[in-house]
């Protein structure tokens, strides 16, 4: 069984950095792109930043310059440093990965961590 679970969520003020941490563990063979979603109440869930396997990154307008996506492949995890943070990014932050399960099959399966609340007080 495949789990991704998130860690570093918390309380903070406006300005202020946190680090968010997603580890993935399980029987799986090979992890390829990564990324981080968020959910404010009441809006749809959207993408913040993704990460290839080899490293290129993408990065949400609102974000970029501000939040940095990296990961360790050695690891399987994935992290988010999110620095001068606004209230406008108060949401719960969930990881993604795409797994390939076995060496032989025809293609990634999506999985989604379990969320961890980031709050941004002004």
């Known amino acids: 069984q495949v789990q991704l679970v998130e860690s570093g969520g918390g309380l903070v003020q406006a300005g202020g950095s946190l680090r968010l941490s997603c580890a993935a563990s399980?029987?799986?063979?090979?992890?390829?792109?990564m990324g981080w979603h968020r959910q404010a109440p009441g809006k749809q869930r959207d993408v913040v930043a993704s990460?290839?396997?080899?490293?290129?990154?993408n990065y949400a307008d609102s974000v970029k310059g501000r939040f940095t996506i990296a990961r360790d492949n050695a690891k399987n995890m994935v992290y988010l440093e999110m620095n001068s943070l606004k209230p406008e990014d108060t949401a719960v932050y969930y990881c993604?990965?795409?797994?390939?399960?076995?060496?032989?099959?025809?293609?990634?399966?999506?999985?989604w961590g379990q969320g961890t609340q980031v709050t941004v007080s002004s």
């Open positions: 993604n990965a795409y797994l390939r399960r076995t060496a032989y099959s025809g293609s990634d399966r999506l999985y």
């Open positions: 399980g029987s799986f063979f090979r992890i390829n792109d």
């Open positions: 990460i290839t396997r080899g490293g290129s990154t």
